[in-house]
């Protein structure tokens, strides 16, 4: 016979904790309810095992033994408890086809178990890295005990060494045979005007303890790779398609968008794990609002939630799970900024620049995020309190169509005919050196590899480098 949801009385699909469900109601069951097991049988089935401790049907076979052990939902919990065992494999044993309607169900529960077991492998990678703490500490205590040890030596070998002289000078003026300067010539005595006199050298070997401290605690979450990509992507609209640049082999690929319009003078950053974010852009009179994830290694793509704002040659970069969006051009320059949540899928408004800008780029250098264009101003940003500094003055002129890189100490500004240097703590013009003219704004944050900040350029889409060292600009054929 066949039961009836107990939700909305239709003709039930599913059967879990004893209720049964169809396949709509069954989702609103899971989703109130997100911390309990959910196990899922069809009502009509009649699996031919049998439960071991009851000997009722079995929904579940559990491989915690060489021996599977077959149970029905009600006696899993009195197994795993009585059983003495930490892990506990668990199938469901499906004895029909599982129905059409319920197919976007199953890849969501799925992907939950698939996130359940990747939660699963992090647990067992910070417990290793929890041993692996306690294993540096012990040994950066033992080092550091070591260090004192050592300057205790040396303290005492001096405080001998001084009491040593002390008795010698005493004996000097007891005896009268005992010469002043035998003594300074003996334990090699300098006095030169006035200034102290140098009795000994302490030398403390600080490598051997402050080695410790490096990579003390270095931590990496499986899932989002916190590895820099040195493949440099160039996305192309109208031609529909991403051409990918190994620096390191010079090699070329290039792959086809397939049905992914993306529109012209849209930006784009790297993300964690080799994907790419790409937003806004415009078409024909039309601005775009549209943010997608793309994944270069199998061309798929994930389309976001839009922008606030629709916006072409803006400025974006991604920092800490979130990516920021700056500026950007919509008839008018924009100073409004905004950010995504990459974890939460949301956008979120942030303080708009202190002036209207596109055509530019942003840098990140300790936790701040520096910028400049359409003026001789440098903005720096802070993403923590959401606030921004401006530094008047910097720049001999106001320029659009700009990009920006950071290198050591510096600030390397591409702009008109020129590359401007500035120290990044003063915020002053180191150098200046010769470029070709031409509009320098970057489709994508610039990036140093190798010493060469590498970045686009608008005129001609194409791929440039500026070496840091011998200062030459080059473009690369792509």
């Known amino acids: 016979m066949e039961l009836a949801c107990s939700s909305c009385s239709t003709p039930s699909q599913f059967k879990c904790h004893e209720q049964a469900y169809c396949a709509s109601c069954v989702t609103r069951h899971i989703s109130l309810d997100m911390s309990s097991t959910h196990i899922l049988i069809n009502p009509l089935d009649k699996p031919e095992s049998f439960c071991s401790l009851c000997e009722g049907q079995a929904s579940l076979k559990c491989r915690c033994s060489a021996v599977p052990t077959f149970l029905c939902s009600l006696c899993l919990s009195i197994h795993t408890e009585s059983s003495g065992l930490k892990s506990h494999p668990i199938e469901l044993i ?144 109208r031609s529909k398609e991403i051409v990918i640049l190994d620096p390191s082999t010079k090699a070329i690929t290039k792959r086809s968008l397939g049905k992914l319009a993306l529109k012209d003078t849209g930006t784009w950053c790297d993300l964690p794990n080799r994907r790419l974010f790409y937003c806004g852009g415009v078409q024909g009179p039309n601005f775009s609002n549209e943010a997608y994830t793309i994944d270069p290694k199998d061309m798929s793509y994930q389309v976001h939630p839009t922008m606030h704002k629709s916006r072409a040659l803006s400025s974006v970069i991604y920092y800490r799970g979130k990516v920021y969006v700056f500026g950007g051009y919509s008839g008018i320059n924009l100073s409004s900024c905004e950010c995504f949540d990459l974890h939460s899928k949301d956008w979120k408004m942030i303080s708009d620049m202190p002036i209207a800008r596109s055509a530019f780029s942003v840098t990140e250098f300790k936790g701040f995020f520096y910028m400049t264009g359409d003026s001789t101003s440098i903005d720096k940003y802070d993403p923590k309190n959401d606030c921004y500094q401006t530094f008047v003055n910097v720049l001999p ?82």
């Open 94 to 237: 499906w004895s029909s086809e599982i129905p059409q309607t319920s197919t976007e169900l199953i890849e969501t529960l799925v992907k939950i178990e698939f996130g359940k077991k990747i939660i699963k492998e992090n647990l067992k990678y910070l417990t290793l890295y929890d041993q692996k703490v306690q294993n540096e500490y012990l040994k950066l205590q033992q080092s550091i005990n070591n260090h004192y040890d050592c300057i205790e030596d040396e303290i005492e070998k001096a405080e001998n060494y001084l009491n040593s002289l002390s008795t010698e000078l005493e004996e000097c003026k007891r005896n009268s045979d005992s010469s002043e300067i035998g003594f300074m010539q003996k334990n090699n005595f300098q006095i030169n005007k006035g200034k102290g006199i140098k009795l000994f050298d302490g030398n403390i070997d600080d490598d051997s303890c402050i080695g410790h401290l490096k990579n003390f605690a270095n931590l990496v979450i499986k899932g989002e790779s916190n590895s820099t990509d040195q493949r440099i992507y160039m996305i192309k609209p």
């Open 397 to 478: 002129a106001p320029c659009s169509y700009s990009t920006i890189a950071v290198y050591e100490n510096s600030l390397f500004i591409q702009q008109t005919n020129s590359c401007i240097e500035v120290d990044i703590e003063k915020l002053k013009i180191k150098d200046t050196y010769p470029t070709p003219q031409g509009r320098w704004w970057s489709f994508f944050p610039a990036k140093v590899i190798d010493g060469q900040i590498v970045f686009s350029r608008y005129d001609d889409a194409g791929i440039w480098t500026f070496n840091v060292k011998s200062k030459n600009i080059n473009k690369i054929k792509v």
